[in-house]
Protein backbone atom coordinates (compact mmCIF):
# COMPACT_ATOMS: atom_id res chain seq x y z
CA UNK A 1 0.00 0.00 0.00
CA UNK A 2 1.42 3.43 -0.79
CA UNK A 3 1.79 6.09 1.69
CA UNK A 4 2.42 9.98 1.48
CA UNK A 5 3.99 12.23 3.76
CA UNK A 6 2.14 15.00 4.09
CA UNK A 7 4.46 18.08 2.85
CA UNK A 8 1.69 21.28 4.45
CA UNK A 9 3.11 24.49 5.50
CA UNK A 10 3.35 24.25 8.78
CA UNK A 11 2.22 27.04 11.29
CA UNK A 12 3.32 25.77 14.67
CA UNK A 13 6.18 23.63 15.68
CA UNK A 14 8.42 23.43 18.64
CA UNK A 15 11.54 24.91 17.51
CA UNK A 16 15.21 26.31 18.32
CA UNK A 17 16.75 28.35 20.58
CA UNK A 18 19.18 31.34 21.02
CA UNK A 19 22.31 32.79 19.02
CA UNK A 20 25.46 35.06 19.37
CA UNK A 21 27.47 37.01 16.82
CA UNK A 22 30.71 35.86 15.72
CA UNK A 23 33.13 38.23 13.35
CA UNK A 24 34.98 36.79 10.46
CA UNK A 25 36.10 37.07 6.88
CA UNK A 26 33.07 35.83 4.27
CA UNK A 27 34.48 33.38 2.17
CA UNK A 28 35.57 34.36 -1.49
CA UNK A 29 35.44 38.04 -0.33
CA UNK A 30 33.10 40.58 -1.58
CA UNK A 31 32.37 41.06 -4.79
CA UNK A 32 33.37 44.60 -6.44
CA UNK A 33 30.52 47.13 -5.97
CA UNK A 34 30.36 47.91 -9.90
CA UNK A 35 28.66 45.55 -11.58
CA UNK A 36 30.00 44.64 -15.25
CA UNK A 37 27.90 41.80 -16.24
CA UNK A 38 25.02 44.19 -17.78
CA UNK A 39 24.23 46.07 -21.20
CA UNK A 40 25.07 49.82 -21.27
CA UNK A 41 21.92 51.67 -21.64
CA UNK A 42 22.07 53.84 -25.22
CA UNK A 43 23.78 57.04 -24.40
CA UNK A 44 21.08 59.23 -25.82
CA UNK A 45 18.46 58.22 -22.83
CA UNK A 46 20.65 58.80 -19.52
CA UNK A 47 19.78 58.06 -16.05
CA UNK A 48 16.76 55.71 -16.31
CA UNK A 49 13.76 57.77 -14.34
CA UNK A 50 13.15 54.80 -11.70
CA UNK A 51 16.87 55.51 -10.45
CA UNK A 52 17.43 57.84 -7.94
CA UNK A 53 21.27 57.91 -6.35
CA UNK A 54 21.49 53.92 -6.16
CA UNK A 55 18.13 52.88 -6.03
CA UNK A 56 14.95 52.24 -8.20
CA UNK A 57 11.98 54.37 -7.08
CA UNK A 58 8.12 53.79 -8.16
CA UNK A 59 7.87 56.23 -10.77
CA UNK A 60 6.15 53.98 -13.31
CA UNK A 61 2.14 53.47 -13.55
CA UNK A 62 1.34 49.82 -12.19
CA UNK A 63 -2.30 50.48 -12.96
CA UNK A 64 -1.64 50.85 -16.47
CA UNK A 65 0.99 48.30 -16.87
CA UNK A 66 1.47 46.29 -19.78
CA UNK A 67 0.05 42.64 -18.70
CA UNK A 68 0.35 39.89 -22.10
CA UNK A 69 0.88 36.48 -21.66
CA UNK A 70 2.77 34.35 -24.37
CA UNK A 71 4.13 30.61 -24.86
CA UNK A 72 7.32 30.10 -25.68
CA UNK A 73 8.48 27.32 -27.45
CA UNK A 74 10.68 23.93 -26.39
CA UNK A 75 12.48 21.32 -28.00
CA UNK A 76 10.57 18.52 -26.14
CA UNK A 77 7.45 16.28 -26.52
CA UNK A 78 7.09 15.13 -23.14
CA UNK A 79 2.93 13.83 -23.63
CA UNK A 80 4.24 12.16 -26.90
CA UNK A 81 1.19 13.82 -28.57
CA UNK A 82 3.74 14.67 -31.64
CA UNK A 83 3.76 18.25 -30.97
CA UNK A 84 6.66 19.92 -28.95
CA UNK A 85 5.57 21.48 -25.55
CA UNK A 86 4.84 25.14 -24.98
CA UNK A 87 5.35 27.03 -22.06
CA UNK A 88 2.65 29.58 -20.77
CA UNK A 89 4.53 32.67 -19.13
CA UNK A 90 2.73 35.97 -18.28
CA UNK A 91 4.25 38.97 -18.09
CA UNK A 92 3.62 42.63 -16.59
CA UNK A 93 5.68 45.30 -17.01
CA UNK A 94 5.96 49.05 -16.97
CA UNK A 95 4.15 50.75 -20.56
CA UNK A 96 6.09 53.97 -19.98
CA UNK A 97 9.81 51.48 -20.91
CA UNK A 98 7.77 50.21 -23.89
CA UNK A 99 7.04 53.60 -25.02
CA UNK A 100 10.78 54.81 -24.45
CA UNK A 101 12.64 52.50 -25.87
CA UNK A 102 14.60 51.41 -22.22
CA UNK A 103 15.40 47.71 -21.71
CA UNK A 104 14.67 46.43 -18.58
CA UNK A 105 15.26 43.63 -16.26
CA UNK A 106 12.75 40.54 -15.34
CA UNK A 107 12.25 38.96 -12.10
CA UNK A 108 10.91 35.35 -12.84
CA UNK A 109 8.96 33.33 -10.17
CA UNK A 110 9.06 29.23 -12.06
CA UNK A 111 6.25 27.38 -10.40
CA UNK A 112 4.00 24.12 -10.99
CA UNK A 113 1.49 25.76 -8.04
CA UNK A 114 -0.70 28.80 -10.07
CA UNK A 115 -3.41 26.72 -11.21
CA UNK A 116 -3.21 23.86 -8.52
CA UNK A 117 -2.73 25.27 -5.25
CA UNK A 118 -1.68 28.95 -5.61
CA UNK A 119 1.04 30.70 -4.12
CA UNK A 120 2.04 32.55 -0.95
CA UNK A 121 0.37 31.77 2.66
CA UNK A 122 -2.71 33.16 1.37
CA UNK A 123 -2.93 30.66 -1.74
CA UNK A 124 -2.92 33.15 -4.61
CA UNK A 125 -3.82 31.83 -8.20
CA UNK A 126 -3.04 33.93 -11.51
CA UNK A 127 -6.22 34.99 -13.19
CA UNK A 128 -7.02 35.82 -16.91
CA UNK A 129 -9.26 38.05 -18.27
CA UNK A 130 -11.87 36.44 -21.40
CA UNK A 131 -9.22 37.04 -23.99
CA UNK A 132 -7.24 34.33 -21.72
CA UNK A 133 -4.72 37.82 -20.68
CA UNK A 134 -3.09 37.91 -17.21
CA UNK A 135 -4.96 40.05 -15.17
CA UNK A 136 -3.71 39.27 -11.22
CA UNK A 137 -0.13 38.21 -10.46
CA UNK A 138 0.24 35.76 -7.08
CA UNK A 139 2.12 37.24 -4.31
CA UNK A 140 3.50 40.92 -4.50
CA UNK A 141 6.25 41.17 -6.86
CA UNK A 142 4.61 42.71 -9.54
CA UNK A 143 3.08 45.55 -7.36
CA UNK A 144 6.18 46.68 -6.02
CA UNK A 145 8.66 45.93 -8.65
CA UNK A 146 7.00 46.67 -11.64
CA UNK A 147 7.14 50.67 -10.71
CA UNK A 148 10.42 50.39 -10.14
CA UNK A 149 11.41 49.34 -13.14
CA UNK A 150 11.12 45.65 -13.28
CA UNK A 151 8.68 43.22 -15.38
CA UNK A 152 7.66 40.46 -13.38
CA UNK A 153 7.22 37.24 -15.36
CA UNK A 154 5.39 34.48 -14.25
CA UNK A 155 6.02 30.54 -15.83
CA UNK A 156 4.21 27.57 -15.70
CA UNK A 157 6.72 24.54 -15.59
CA UNK A 158 6.25 22.17 -18.41
CA UNK A 159 2.93 20.09 -17.34
CA UNK A 160 0.97 22.13 -15.41
CA UNK A 161 -1.24 24.66 -15.44
CA UNK A 162 -1.16 26.25 -19.03
CA UNK A 163 1.90 24.92 -20.05
CA UNK A 164 1.82 21.53 -22.39
CA UNK A 165 3.03 18.18 -21.41
CA UNK A 166 4.11 16.49 -18.70
CA UNK A 167 6.11 17.67 -15.60
CA UNK A 168 9.08 15.05 -14.70
CA UNK A 169 8.90 16.22 -10.85
CA UNK A 170 12.49 18.07 -10.54
CA UNK A 171 13.86 16.41 -13.45
CA UNK A 172 15.88 18.00 -16.53
CA UNK A 173 12.84 18.32 -18.69
CA UNK A 174 11.17 21.05 -16.12
CA UNK A 175 14.69 22.79 -15.80
CA UNK A 176 14.63 22.89 -19.56
CA UNK A 177 11.17 24.54 -19.81
CA UNK A 178 12.22 27.22 -17.84
CA UNK A 179 15.80 27.67 -19.73
CA UNK A 180 13.82 27.89 -22.57
CA UNK A 181 12.20 30.96 -21.49
CA UNK A 182 15.42 32.71 -20.09
CA UNK A 183 16.44 31.86 -23.67
CA UNK A 184 13.56 33.53 -25.70
CA UNK A 185 14.00 36.71 -23.03
CA UNK A 186 17.54 36.64 -24.69
CA UNK A 187 16.89 36.25 -28.17
CA UNK A 188 18.23 32.27 -28.58
CA UNK A 189 14.11 30.86 -28.90
CA UNK A 190 10.80 31.79 -30.06
CA UNK A 191 7.14 32.38 -28.67
CA UNK A 192 4.09 33.35 -29.55
CA UNK A 193 1.03 35.03 -28.63
CA UNK A 194 -1.93 33.26 -27.29
CA UNK A 195 -3.31 34.04 -30.93
CA UNK A 196 -0.53 32.49 -32.14
CA UNK A 197 1.43 35.45 -33.80
CA UNK A 198 4.97 35.28 -33.34
CA UNK A 199 6.51 37.65 -30.26
CA UNK A 200 9.95 39.06 -28.87
CA UNK A 201 10.66 39.61 -25.90
CA UNK A 202 12.76 42.73 -27.27
CA UNK A 203 11.27 44.85 -24.18
CA UNK A 204 14.30 43.13 -22.19
CA UNK A 205 17.61 43.30 -21.48
CA UNK A 206 17.79 40.17 -21.11
CA UNK A 207 19.11 40.05 -17.48
CA UNK A 208 17.13 37.53 -15.20
CA UNK A 209 16.30 36.84 -11.68
CA UNK A 210 14.42 34.02 -9.92
CA UNK A 211 13.40 34.00 -6.95
CA UNK A 212 10.47 31.38 -5.32
CA UNK A 213 9.37 29.35 -2.18
CA UNK A 214 10.05 25.78 -1.59
CA UNK A 215 9.53 23.95 -5.11
CA UNK A 216 9.84 27.77 -6.73
CA UNK A 217 13.05 27.71 -5.47
CA UNK A 218 14.01 24.38 -6.23
CA UNK A 219 13.50 25.40 -9.78
CA UNK A 220 15.96 28.31 -9.32
CA UNK A 221 18.50 26.39 -7.82
CA UNK A 222 18.30 23.74 -10.75
CA UNK A 223 18.45 26.28 -13.91
CA UNK A 224 21.26 28.05 -12.31
CA UNK A 225 22.95 24.69 -11.99
CA UNK A 226 22.90 24.70 -15.95
CA UNK A 227 24.77 27.88 -15.71
CA UNK A 228 22.48 29.41 -18.45
CA UNK A 229 23.65 32.87 -19.73
CA UNK A 230 21.16 35.85 -18.65
CA UNK A 231 20.51 33.88 -15.15
CA UNK A 232 21.79 37.16 -12.58
CA UNK A 233 20.71 36.25 -9.71
CA UNK A 234 18.63 33.28 -7.74
CA UNK A 235 16.49 33.63 -4.33
CA UNK A 236 15.80 30.30 -3.19
CA UNK A 237 13.45 30.08 -0.37
CA UNK A 238 12.82 27.40 1.67
CA UNK A 239 14.71 25.52 -1.22
CA UNK A 240 15.24 22.14 -2.08
CA UNK A 241 18.85 21.51 -3.07
CA UNK A 242 18.65 17.52 -3.91
CA UNK A 243 15.18 15.75 -4.30
CA UNK A 244 17.25 12.40 -2.95
CA UNK A 245 17.79 14.52 0.46
CA UNK A 246 13.85 15.56 0.46
CA UNK A 247 12.57 12.48 0.04
CA UNK A 248 15.01 10.20 2.32
CA UNK A 249 17.67 10.56 4.43
CA UNK A 250 20.51 8.26 3.93
CA UNK A 251 18.70 5.46 2.56
CA UNK A 252 15.78 5.75 4.74
CA UNK A 253 12.61 7.15 2.78
CA UNK A 254 10.05 9.40 4.24
CA UNK A 255 7.80 8.32 2.45
CA UNK A 256 6.92 5.97 -0.51
CA UNK A 257 6.12 6.47 -4.13
CA UNK A 258 6.42 10.43 -3.21
CA UNK A 259 7.89 11.43 -6.91
CA UNK A 260 4.84 10.06 -8.64
CA UNK A 261 2.30 11.37 -6.15
CA UNK A 262 3.80 14.99 -6.40
CA UNK A 263 3.54 15.27 -10.31
CA UNK A 264 0.00 14.24 -9.59
CA UNK A 265 -0.81 16.82 -7.64
CA UNK A 266 0.83 19.78 -9.72
CA UNK A 267 0.53 18.46 -13.19
CA UNK A 268 -2.33 17.49 -15.95
CA UNK A 269 -4.39 15.00 -15.49
CA UNK A 270 -4.36 13.12 -19.05
CA UNK A 271 -3.25 9.21 -19.83
CA UNK A 272 0.19 10.22 -21.18
CA UNK A 273 0.98 11.81 -18.33
CA UNK A 274 -0.09 9.18 -16.26
CA UNK A 275 2.41 7.18 -17.57
CA UNK A 276 5.00 9.34 -17.11
CA UNK A 277 4.35 9.49 -13.31
CA UNK A 278 4.30 5.51 -13.50
CA UNK A 279 7.64 5.64 -14.57
CA UNK A 280 8.69 8.22 -12.03
CA UNK A 281 7.38 5.57 -9.62
CA UNK A 282 9.17 2.13 -11.45
CA UNK A 283 12.83 4.37 -11.16
CA UNK A 284 12.54 5.99 -7.73
CA UNK A 285 14.49 3.44 -6.07
CA UNK A 286 12.13 3.36 -3.05
CA UNK A 287 12.80 -0.42 -2.22
CA UNK A 288 16.20 -0.02 -2.49
CA UNK A 289 16.82 3.78 -0.92
CA UNK A 290 19.43 4.02 -3.21
CA UNK A 291 20.90 7.01 -4.57
CA UNK A 292 20.72 6.38 -8.28
CA UNK A 293 20.96 8.24 -12.18
CA UNK A 294 17.11 8.93 -11.25
CA UNK A 295 18.20 11.20 -8.26
CA UNK A 296 21.83 12.03 -9.89
CA UNK A 297 18.95 14.12 -12.70
CA UNK A 298 18.04 16.04 -9.75
CA UNK A 299 21.00 16.62 -7.52
CA UNK A 300 21.80 20.29 -8.03
CA UNK A 301 24.45 19.71 -5.48
CA UNK A 302 26.85 17.80 -8.09
CA UNK A 303 26.50 20.97 -10.79
CA UNK A 304 27.23 23.39 -8.21
CA UNK A 305 30.41 23.99 -9.90
CA UNK A 306 28.32 25.80 -13.20
CA UNK A 307 26.36 28.43 -11.03
CA UNK A 308 26.76 31.66 -12.13
CA UNK A 309 24.20 33.37 -11.02
CA UNK A 310 24.72 34.97 -7.59
CA UNK A 311 22.29 33.06 -4.86
CA UNK A 312 20.34 35.41 -1.34
CA UNK A 313 19.65 31.97 0.06
CA UNK A 314 16.70 31.92 3.05
CA UNK A 315 16.06 29.05 5.03
CA UNK A 316 13.96 28.56 8.42
CA UNK A 317 15.70 26.62 11.04
CA UNK A 318 12.53 24.60 11.76
CA UNK A 319 11.75 23.35 8.25
CA UNK A 320 10.94 20.07 8.42
CA UNK A 321 9.07 19.91 4.78
CA UNK A 322 12.70 21.12 3.53
CA UNK A 323 14.59 20.82 5.87
CA UNK A 324 17.87 22.79 7.03
CA UNK A 325 20.27 20.26 5.34
CA UNK A 326 19.39 21.49 1.92
CA UNK A 327 20.43 24.76 3.01
CA UNK A 328 23.44 23.95 4.68
CA UNK A 329 25.03 21.65 1.79
CA UNK A 330 23.91 24.00 -0.86
CA UNK A 331 25.46 26.78 1.07
CA UNK A 332 28.75 24.89 1.39
CA UNK A 333 28.71 23.86 -2.66
CA UNK A 334 28.33 27.61 -3.27
CA UNK A 335 31.01 28.37 -1.46
CA UNK A 336 33.52 25.91 -2.31
CA UNK A 337 32.52 27.64 -6.01
CA UNK A 338 33.37 31.12 -4.74
CA UNK A 339 29.48 31.77 -5.84
CA UNK A 340 28.56 35.44 -4.89
CA UNK A 341 26.32 34.74 -1.57
CA UNK A 342 23.98 36.14 0.95
CA UNK A 343 21.89 34.26 3.89
CA UNK A 344 19.64 34.70 6.14
CA UNK A 345 18.22 31.80 8.72
CA UNK A 346 15.20 32.92 10.52
CA UNK A 347 13.39 30.66 13.17
CA UNK A 348 10.73 29.37 11.52
CA UNK A 349 9.14 26.43 9.86
CA UNK A 350 8.34 26.33 6.04
CA UNK A 351 8.06 30.50 5.45
CA UNK A 352 8.52 33.00 3.20
CA UNK A 353 10.31 36.08 5.28
CA UNK A 354 7.54 37.95 3.63
CA UNK A 355 5.96 36.99 6.28
CA UNK A 356 7.91 36.73 9.27
CA UNK A 357 10.05 39.60 8.63
CA UNK A 358 8.42 41.51 5.83
CA UNK A 359 9.48 45.21 5.87
CA UNK A 360 13.46 44.47 6.26
CA UNK A 361 12.71 41.41 3.82
CA UNK A 362 11.18 43.86 1.04
CA UNK A 363 14.13 46.51 1.42
CA UNK A 364 16.64 43.82 1.22
CA UNK A 365 14.89 42.48 -1.59
CA UNK A 366 14.95 45.54 -3.32
CA UNK A 367 18.73 46.35 -2.65
CA UNK A 368 19.49 42.49 -4.03
CA UNK A 369 17.94 43.33 -7.19
CA UNK A 370 18.82 46.26 -7.52
CA UNK A 371 22.32 45.53 -7.53
CA UNK A 372 22.36 42.30 -9.38
CA UNK A 373 19.91 43.14 -12.15
CA UNK A 374 19.69 47.26 -12.37
CA UNK A 375 23.21 47.42 -12.32
CA UNK A 376 23.51 49.89 -9.02
CA UNK A 377 26.68 50.43 -6.33
CA UNK A 378 24.15 50.04 -3.10
CA UNK A 379 26.74 48.12 -1.20
CA UNK A 380 24.51 45.40 -0.32
CA UNK A 381 27.27 43.33 -1.04
CA UNK A 382 29.42 44.78 1.42
CA UNK A 383 27.25 43.90 4.09
CA UNK A 384 27.47 41.38 6.75
CA UNK A 385 26.88 37.83 4.39
CA UNK A 386 24.64 36.11 7.27
CA UNK A 387 21.56 37.52 9.15
CA UNK A 388 20.16 35.31 11.14
CA UNK A 389 17.15 34.99 13.92
CA UNK A 390 18.29 34.49 17.21
CA UNK A 391 15.03 34.60 19.11
CA UNK A 392 11.69 36.06 18.09
CA UNK A 393 11.81 38.92 16.09
CA UNK A 394 15.84 39.61 17.01
CA UNK A 395 18.22 39.37 14.25
CA UNK A 396 22.02 39.70 14.20
CA UNK A 397 24.06 40.29 11.68
CA UNK A 398 27.06 37.22 10.90
CA UNK A 399 30.62 38.27 8.29
CA UNK A 400 30.03 34.51 7.40
CA UNK A 401 27.97 31.00 8.02
CA UNK A 402 29.03 28.91 9.56
CA UNK A 403 30.55 30.39 12.53
CA UNK A 404 33.27 27.42 12.06
CA UNK A 405 34.68 25.20 9.50
CA UNK A 406 35.81 22.37 11.83
CA UNK A 407 33.81 20.35 13.82
CA UNK A 408 34.52 19.40 17.63
CA UNK A 409 34.86 15.41 18.38
CA UNK A 410 32.57 14.87 21.80
CA UNK A 411 33.40 11.57 23.53
CA UNK A 412 30.39 9.42 24.88
CA UNK A 413 30.45 7.34 27.74
CA UNK A 414 27.41 5.25 29.13
CA UNK A 415 24.83 7.86 29.99
CA UNK A 416 27.46 10.18 29.28
CA UNK A 417 28.43 12.80 26.83
CA UNK A 418 31.86 14.59 26.80
CA UNK A 419 34.15 12.57 28.61
CA UNK A 420 35.62 9.18 27.18
CA UNK A 421 33.65 5.91 27.84
CA UNK A 422 34.37 2.13 27.87
CA UNK A 423 32.45 -1.02 27.03
CA UNK A 424 29.09 -1.11 25.00
CA UNK A 425 24.93 -0.53 25.60
CA UNK A 426 22.61 -1.81 23.26
CA UNK A 427 20.24 -0.41 22.00
CA UNK A 428 16.95 -2.90 20.32
CA UNK A 429 14.71 -1.37 17.98
CA UNK A 430 11.26 -0.26 19.32
CA UNK A 431 8.77 1.17 16.24
CA UNK A 432 6.00 2.22 18.80
CA UNK A 433 8.97 5.10 20.32
CA UNK A 434 7.25 8.22 19.35
CA UNK A 435 9.31 11.71 20.13
CA UNK A 436 7.91 12.52 22.58
CA UNK A 437 8.66 9.36 24.35
CA UNK A 438 12.41 9.65 23.17
CA UNK A 439 13.24 12.95 24.39
CA UNK A 440 11.33 13.09 27.96
CA UNK A 441 12.74 11.88 31.07
CA UNK A 442 16.49 11.66 29.89
CA UNK A 443 17.87 10.45 33.03
CA UNK A 444 15.53 7.34 32.63
CA UNK A 445 15.99 4.22 31.16
CA UNK A 446 13.61 3.34 28.56
CA UNK A 447 13.52 1.02 26.28
CA UNK A 448 15.16 0.94 22.61
CA UNK A 449 16.36 4.74 23.45
CA UNK A 450 20.04 5.45 24.54
CA UNK A 451 20.98 8.48 26.10
CA UNK A 452 23.77 10.39 26.51
CA UNK A 453 24.13 13.10 28.84
CA UNK A 454 26.36 16.09 29.36
CA UNK A 455 26.82 18.14 32.88
CA UNK A 456 25.19 21.45 33.12
CA UNK A 457 27.14 23.61 30.53
CA UNK A 458 29.70 25.91 32.60
CA UNK A 459 29.44 28.31 29.65
CA UNK A 460 27.62 28.90 26.72
CA UNK A 461 28.40 27.02 23.52
CA UNK A 462 27.49 28.07 19.58
CA UNK A 463 26.77 25.09 17.50
CA UNK A 464 26.96 26.85 13.71
CA UNK A 465 26.81 24.49 11.06
CA UNK A 466 26.09 20.68 10.24
CA UNK A 467 26.02 18.33 13.47
CA UNK A 468 26.86 14.33 13.36
CA UNK A 469 27.35 11.53 15.36
CA UNK A 470 29.59 8.97 14.39
CA UNK A 471 29.01 5.22 16.18
CA UNK A 472 30.93 2.33 15.90
CA UNK A 473 27.93 -0.73 16.27
CA UNK A 474 27.60 -4.36 15.65
CA UNK A 475 23.78 -5.70 14.43
CA UNK A 476 22.15 -8.77 14.66
CA UNK A 477 20.83 -7.65 11.02
CA UNK A 478 22.14 -6.76 7.89
CA UNK A 479 20.63 -3.52 7.79
CA UNK A 480 19.19 -1.42 10.34
CA UNK A 481 17.74 2.39 10.03
CA UNK A 482 19.72 4.44 12.71
CA UNK A 483 18.11 7.77 14.46
CA UNK A 484 20.08 10.16 16.37
CA UNK A 485 18.79 13.44 18.00
CA UNK A 486 20.52 15.93 19.44
CA UNK A 487 18.25 17.77 22.20
CA UNK A 488 19.40 20.72 24.87
CA UNK A 489 17.54 20.34 27.82
CA UNK A 490 16.22 23.29 30.43
CA UNK A 491 13.14 25.08 30.87
CA UNK A 492 13.15 27.83 28.56
CA UNK A 493 10.76 30.56 26.38
CA UNK A 494 11.19 29.14 22.64
CA UNK A 495 9.29 30.12 19.73
CA UNK A 496 6.73 27.83 18.69
CA UNK A 497 5.21 28.86 15.33
CA UNK A 498 3.86 31.33 13.69
CA UNK A 499 -0.06 32.29 13.55
CA UNK A 500 -1.74 35.09 11.27
CA UNK A 501 -3.45 38.08 12.32
CA UNK A 502 -6.34 40.19 11.12
CA UNK A 503 -3.89 43.02 10.28
CA UNK A 504 -2.70 43.60 6.50
CA UNK A 505 -0.04 45.65 4.86
CA UNK A 506 0.36 46.80 1.61
CA UNK A 507 3.60 46.52 -0.71
CA UNK A 508 3.04 48.34 -4.11
CA UNK A 509 0.55 49.60 -6.90
CA UNK A 510 -2.71 48.06 -6.77
CA UNK A 511 -5.73 47.71 -9.55
CA UNK A 512 -9.14 46.37 -9.02
CA UNK A 513 -8.08 43.03 -9.65
CA UNK A 514 -5.02 42.60 -7.70
CA UNK A 515 -3.82 44.84 -4.53
CA UNK A 516 -0.78 44.21 -3.14
CA UNK A 517 -2.50 43.84 0.56
CA UNK A 518 -1.65 40.62 3.11
CA UNK A 519 -2.17 39.78 6.05
CA UNK A 520 0.48 39.70 8.73
CA UNK A 521 1.50 37.30 11.21
CA UNK A 522 2.36 36.66 14.73
CA UNK A 523 5.27 34.83 15.93
CA UNK A 524 4.13 32.60 19.06
CA UNK A 525 6.39 30.99 22.01
CA UNK A 526 5.73 28.68 24.58
CA UNK A 527 7.54 27.69 27.97
CA UNK A 528 9.18 23.88 27.32
CA UNK A 529 11.76 21.98 29.49
CA UNK A 530 13.77 20.79 26.35
CA UNK A 531 14.25 22.20 22.11
CA UNK A 532 15.61 20.07 19.45
CA UNK A 533 19.08 21.16 17.92
CA UNK A 534 18.85 18.20 15.39
CA UNK A 535 17.17 14.99 13.91
CA UNK A 536 19.30 12.87 12.01
CA UNK A 537 18.32 9.60 10.03
CA UNK A 538 20.76 6.75 7.91
CA UNK A 539 20.06 3.21 7.08
CA UNK A 540 23.41 1.57 8.16
CA UNK A 541 24.11 -0.46 5.09
CA UNK A 542 23.93 3.39 3.19
CA UNK A 543 26.58 5.18 5.60
CA UNK A 544 29.30 4.50 3.66
CA UNK A 545 27.96 4.96 0.08
CA UNK A 546 24.45 5.87 -0.90
CA UNK A 547 25.01 4.59 -4.70
CA UNK A 548 26.08 1.29 -3.55
CA UNK A 549 24.72 -0.27 -0.05
CA UNK A 550 26.90 -3.08 1.61
CA UNK A 551 24.93 -4.68 4.12
CA UNK A 552 25.94 -5.51 7.68
CA UNK A 553 27.89 -8.72 8.72
CA UNK A 554 25.52 -9.47 11.52
CA UNK A 555 28.10 -9.74 14.63
CA UNK A 556 30.74 -7.72 13.05
CA UNK A 557 31.54 -4.11 13.75
CA UNK A 558 31.13 -1.45 11.53
CA UNK A 559 31.48 2.42 11.90
CA UNK A 560 27.93 4.39 10.88
CA UNK A 561 27.78 8.33 10.81
CA UNK A 562 24.81 9.96 10.98
CA UNK A 563 24.46 13.41 9.79
CA UNK A 564 22.39 16.06 11.72
CA UNK A 565 20.42 19.03 10.29
CA UNK A 566 22.57 22.43 10.02
CA UNK A 567 22.07 24.37 12.86
CA UNK A 568 22.64 28.01 14.07
CA UNK A 569 22.47 28.85 17.83
CA UNK A 570 24.19 29.59 21.36
CA UNK A 571 23.24 26.53 24.25
CA UNK A 572 23.05 28.99 27.25
CA UNK A 573 25.33 28.38 30.18
CA UNK A 574 23.97 25.99 32.61
CA UNK A 575 21.83 23.78 29.75
CA UNK A 576 22.19 20.16 29.06
CA UNK A 577 22.99 18.33 26.18
CA UNK A 578 21.73 15.43 25.01
CA UNK A 579 22.23 12.73 22.68
CA UNK A 580 19.38 10.33 22.07
CA UNK A 581 20.22 6.99 19.74
CA UNK A 582 17.26 4.90 18.51
CA UNK A 583 16.77 2.71 15.40
CA UNK A 584 13.53 2.92 13.13
CA UNK A 585 11.58 5.68 13.35
CA UNK A 586 7.85 5.50 12.29
CA UNK A 587 7.20 9.71 13.14
CA UNK A 588 9.17 10.33 11.02
CA UNK A 589 9.90 8.21 8.04
CA UNK A 590 8.36 5.58 6.57
CA UNK A 591 7.63 2.36 9.04
CA UNK A 592 11.08 0.44 7.82
CA UNK A 593 11.83 -1.80 11.15
CA UNK A 594 13.86 -4.80 10.91
CA UNK A 595 13.56 -5.43 14.12
CA UNK A 596 17.48 -5.12 15.11
CA UNK A 597 19.13 -4.76 18.02
CA UNK A 598 22.68 -3.00 17.84
CA UNK A 599 25.19 -2.90 20.26
CA UNK A 600 27.35 0.20 20.43
CA UNK A 601 31.00 0.64 21.18
CA UNK A 602 30.99 3.77 23.34
CA UNK A 603 35.05 4.44 22.99
CA UNK A 604 35.09 4.43 19.47
CA UNK A 605 31.96 6.77 18.71
CA UNK A 606 31.69 10.13 19.14
CA UNK A 607 29.52 13.79 18.47
CA UNK A 608 31.01 15.77 16.20
CA UNK A 609 29.80 19.62 17.10
CA UNK A 610 30.76 22.26 14.97
CA UNK A 611 31.33 25.11 17.70
CA UNK A 612 32.52 28.22 18.13
CA UNK A 613 35.35 28.71 21.18
CA UNK A 614 34.43 27.54 24.72
CA UNK A 615 34.31 24.21 26.20
CA UNK A 616 32.42 21.42 26.21
CA UNK A 617 31.84 20.10 30.25
CA UNK A 618 33.04 16.60 31.20
CA UNK A 619 30.00 15.18 33.38
CA UNK A 620 32.24 14.60 36.32
CA UNK A 621 34.32 17.22 38.02
CA UNK A 622 37.18 16.56 36.02
CA UNK A 623 38.21 19.49 34.11
CA UNK A 624 35.94 20.38 30.92
CA UNK A 625 37.51 19.50 27.62
CA UNK A 626 38.57 22.19 25.60
CA UNK A 627 36.97 22.79 22.09
CA UNK A 628 39.57 22.26 19.29
CA UNK A 629 38.20 23.68 16.41
CA UNK A 630 41.30 22.54 14.29
CA UNK A 631 40.24 18.85 13.97
CA UNK A 632 37.61 18.19 11.11
CA UNK A 633 35.43 15.93 11.06
CA UNK A 634 35.67 13.31 8.10
CA UNK A 635 33.03 12.02 5.83
CA UNK A 636 33.01 10.00 3.22
CA UNK A 637 31.84 10.77 -0.58
CA UNK A 638 28.65 9.85 -0.85
CA UNK A 639 27.78 10.35 -4.08
CA UNK A 640 30.95 8.54 -6.08
CA UNK A 641 30.38 8.12 -9.38
CA UNK A 642 28.11 5.90 -11.37
CA UNK A 643 30.12 2.98 -13.12
Not at 413 to 437: F, I, M, Q, R
Not at 569 to 592: C, F, H, M, Q, Y
Request: aromatic share 8%; charged share 20%.
Amino acid sequence: MTTVRARALTLASSAALSLVAVTGTAAGGPVPESPDFLPAPPADLGVPPHVTGTQTTPVYDYGNAIRESVFVNTKMDTDSDGTNDVVAVDIVRPRETDQDGRKIPVIMDASPYYSCCGRGNEGEKKAYDENGVITKMPLYYDNYFVPRGYAVVGVDIVGTSRSTGCGDVGGKNEIASVTAVIDWLNGRNTAQTLTGAPVKADWTNGAVGMIGKSYDGTVANGVAATGIDGLKTIVPISAISSWYDYTRSGGVPYSEDYMPWLGNYVGHDSPACESVRADLGDNDADETGDYTSFWAERDHLKDASKVKASVFLVHGLSDYNVQPNHFGQWWTALAKNKVPRKLWLGLEEHVDPFEFRREAWVNELHKWFDYWLQGLPNGVMREPMATVETEPDVWRNYANWPAVKKSLPVPMAVGKLGTPGKGTVEVTDEPSLGEDDIVADPSEVIAGRQMFLSAPLPRDIRVSGTPSVSLRIKSDKTTTPVTARLIEYGEAKRYSGIRRTGTSSCWGGSTSYDDPCYFEVEKLTATTDHGIVGRGWIDAAHSSSLTKPTPLTPGKWTTVTVPLRAQDLVIPKGRVLGLAVTLSDNEWTTPNNTGASIEIDVAKSRLDLPLTVGTVPAPTKIEPINVDITTPTERPNLRAPFN
